[in-house]
């Protein structure tokens, strides 16, 4: 896991690209005040010479330890971010109801708390996986888009599903960043998900899928496992 230290050892990384002192100050007292006893050096990527789970355009994210909890992570907002929240991304993650995203313990305008993720991203899975295996994989990515459709959530960036799904050390597969993702009655994550699968495996004749799907789309879900079918069929 890496050696866990004081969260005084990353008081300029807390406020990156610049250090900010007041600012550095809050962010810290606010992070021990909810708990946090310490922060790993752990991850791929290195930011100002500490190791880090990852850097997006809007956060950084940081495997820490809890007290109660133990080690989860926390995201924290860029200063240079275009977001001045990341409380929708927290809360709209909150209300999807299956186990398809990471446990969230707490968000504010600066932080997501949530689960700990040990996993390998879809981007460097597939440089690893045969194409049966990815195969498998992109059947356990439409299961949980379906999930998250049924939870009513729009991820919206699921086409280039890449950066965005984990693929767990178990198998299964969760999503991650949901900074555009909304609220929706008709969500179609399941659609884009397809989208990126029809492109990868440059599938031709997927005419009735498409038309299966916006069925779908439009309040039809129960044609899952029709779509599902019909995928599986065109791959043959
Ligand atoms: N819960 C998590 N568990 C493990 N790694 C995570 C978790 N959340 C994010 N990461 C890592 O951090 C990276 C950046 O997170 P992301 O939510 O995409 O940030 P941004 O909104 O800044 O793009 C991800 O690609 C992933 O590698
Ligand atoms: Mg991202």
Redesign the pocket.
């Known amino acids: 896991m890496g050696e866990l230290v004081d969260l005084s050892s990353i008081r300029k990384l807390i406020t990156y690209p610049y250090y900010v002192e007041d600012i550095s100050d809050f962010r810290i007292k606010k992070l021990r005040s909810l708990g946090i006893r310490g922060v790993y050096n752990y991850g791929s990527v290195v930011v100002n010479g500490f190791k880090v789970?990852?850097?997006?355009?809007?956060?950084i994210?940081l495997l820490v330890s809890h007290e109660l909890l133990g080690d989860v992570?926390v995201?924290v907002r860029r200063l240079d971010s275009k977001r001045s929240s990341l409380t929708n991304e927290g809360y709209i993650m909150s209300l999807v109801k299956y186990d398809v995203v990471?446990k969230v313990y707490y968000y504010d305008d600066d932080f997501i708390i949530?689960?700990?993720?040990d996993g390998i991203?879809l981007s460097n899975y597939v440089k690893l996986c045969s194409d049966e295996e990815l195969i498998k994989v992109f059947i356990k990515v439409f299961e949980a888009a379906y999930k998250l459709d049924l939870s009513l959530i729009d991820h919206l960036e699921l086409s280039r599903p890449y950066?965005h799904v984990m693929i767990l050390r178990d198998g299964n597969v969760k999503f991650?960043?949901f900074?555009s993702a909304r609220s929706s009655k008709t969500p179609c994550n399941l659609c884009r998900v397809f989208s990126s699968f029809v492109s990868m495996f440059k599938l031709k004749e997927v005419s009735h899928i498409r038309t299966l799907l916006k069925t779908y789309k439009s309040g039809k879900k129960e044609l899952f496992k029709d779509i599902i079918d019909s995928i599986l069929l065109s791959i043959k």
């Open positions: 789970l990852g850097k997006g355009h809007a956060s994210v992570v995201k990471p949530m689960e700990y993720l991203l950066k991650l960043d900074e």
